[in-house]
């Protein structure tokens, strides 16, 4: 969208119109224009714009003074000074205009709200272009907000972007979890106390409700909030007004309430678990959020954000090979962009300033045609091993199939012809016996394809990424 947000042209000069809206898309920049009234009639209900006004059935001085939450450029001398007002355009050039938009943002910050929007909310699938579409409509109003949505969503980032769009965003943004807190402790936590009000209380506090005036409260999982405390929360919400534990004095609660949960709410009320006119209370204007999962595509925008984020304070760079990112697109994601997250942080540490193929993901992340492999583990490890060995085979026959028996005394014949080694009575190192039988067959299967890492995974039937971990594991090289 480029760096000025988006822009509202309002012109009845259809050539002027059309060449600015041609030299705003060479900019890059995001626009909508229209005739007189009607383009008019969308400032009313759009995020802040810079707008520009040419010939419009409304005095440029009453739009001016009717919605100052937008930054206004003239495209006709006047006579008036206004703090939202950026300028007159002379002359309809790239050169004149990009200064004035900049100005414009000076002027009336909230015009680039829409761009970090943008890049706050990253995604442009269906599923998050509506979660974009509620938020705008909901940040300017006053009503409370409920956040559905499974952990690792980014609820938390989606009660930022409405904080930050809202009439209260110069106030402050306050996140309270309230599953994270014992029972006993959430009051005081919300609403503070006094001094002497329990033990320990030897000074006054002041509670998250107090710390978000003029701002936002967020209330994470909710639905852990215990049943004493929804009744608390609901008088606070219902009278606008609250006490300090050991307190008597009422405070005022000029607080915009956004609450979130993973939980399914209805059946928790269904439960006797959380309070129905609470949930009421709470669920004025409800946003679902979509998991990951449903969301594939925004996946490579998630990907080149996060990397960015990482990058400073990593001290390296990164990047993904088109492989690498198809296999993440499969991976059904149970934690969501906070696993995604989680796993840049990882790459970065394992291959700092490398391109991150295929290969270089955790097993879990390497998916094709849909499957991934499972986690590794040791004994896992040794099933894979013997699978490698002997074809494949699955557990039950591979004895049968492979007539291999390990035996004492003279019965041995069956083992030489694999030569392995007998078990005596002194036992033996099943894992290392495991582990130098596969290397050799690795080293085997290598030799004969020509270190061709295809082919040699294709001779020991086990995938090729599967290969490359084992050739990891063990330094193997592939120069052969």
């Not at 709410?265 to 678990?273: A, D, F």
Request: proline share 5%; charged share 25%; hydrophobic share 40%.
């Amino acid at each position: 969208m480029g760096s000025f947000g988006s822009v509202l042209i309002i012109d009845n000069d259809d050539e002027r119109r059309t060449r600015l809206e041609a030299i705003l898309s060479f900019m890059q920049v995001h626009w909508q224009s229209g005739l007189g009234r009607d383009a008019a009639g969308q400032l009313g209900q759009s995020m802040p714009l810079t707008v520009l006004v040419g010939q419009s059935p409304l005095p440029l001085a009453e739009l001016v003074a009717a919605y100052p939450q937008h930054a206004f450029i003239t495209l006709e001398p006047v006579g008036l000074n206004a703090a939202n007002l950026a300028g007159c355009l002379r002359r309809l050039t790239y050169h004149e205009l990009t200064p004035l938009l900049h100005r414009a943002r000076q002027l009336h910050p909230a015009v680039g709200r829409e761009q970090q929007l943008q890049r706050f909310l990253i995604g442009q699938c269906p599923a998050m272009k509506e979660v974009k579409g509620l938020l705008r409509q909901v940040a300017g109003k006053q009503a409370n907000v409920l956040l559905l949505g499974e952990s690792g969503t980014g609820k938390e980032v989606i009660a930022q972007a409405i904080h930050m769009l809202s009439q209260q965003a110069e106030g402050p943004f306050v996140p309270i979890n309230c599953g994270a807190i014992p029972a006993e402790l959430l009051e005081s936590e919300l609403f503070g106390h006094e001094k002497g009000a329990f033990t320990g209380a030897v000074s006054s506090r002041k509670g998250r409700f107090e710390l978000a005036e003029g701002g936002t409260l967020f209330l994470d999982e909710i639905g852990d909030m215990p049943l004493p405390m929804q009744v608390k929360l609901l008088r606070v919400l219902q009278e606008r007004t609250f006490e300090r534990v050991g307190g008597t004095r009422p405070i005022q609660a000029n607080v915009r309430v956004i609450a979130a949960t993973h939980r399914d709410l209805e059946q928790m009320i269904r439960e006797q678990r959380f309070r129905e006119d609470l949930y009421y209370r709470l669920n004025v204007f409800p946003i679902q959020v979509p998991p990951l999962r449903e969301r594939r595509e925004d996946i490579p925008l998630l990907l080149a954000e996060l990397v960015q984020r990482h990058r400073e304070g990593q001290g390296a760079d990164l990047s993904f090979t088109p492989a690498a990112v198809a296999s993440l697109q499969q991976y059904p994601w149970p934690g969501n962009v906070r696993e995604l997250s989680n796993l840049v942080e990882r790459m970065f540490i394992l291959c700092p300033n490398q391109r991150v193929d295929l290969a270089d993901l955790p097993p879990r992340y390497r998916c094709l045609n849909g499957e991934c492999e499972a986690p590794a583990s040791e004994e896992q490890d040794e099933r894979e091993a013997l699978a490698a060995m002997f074809g494949g085979a699955d557990d039950d026959a591979f004895a049968e199939e492979n007539r291999v028996f390990f035996e004492f005394g003279d019965e041995a014949e069956e083992a030489d012809e694999l030569r392995l080694p007998r078990l005596t009575a002194e036992g033996i190192n099943l894992k290392e016996m495991l582990a130098s039988i596969e290397i050799d067959l690795i080293t085997q299967a290598l030799d004969a394809s020509d270190g061709v890492v295809a082919r040699a995974a294709e001779q020991l039937g086990m995938r090729r990424t599967t290969l490359v971990e084992k050739m990891k594991k063990y330094g193997i090289g592939r120069d052969f």
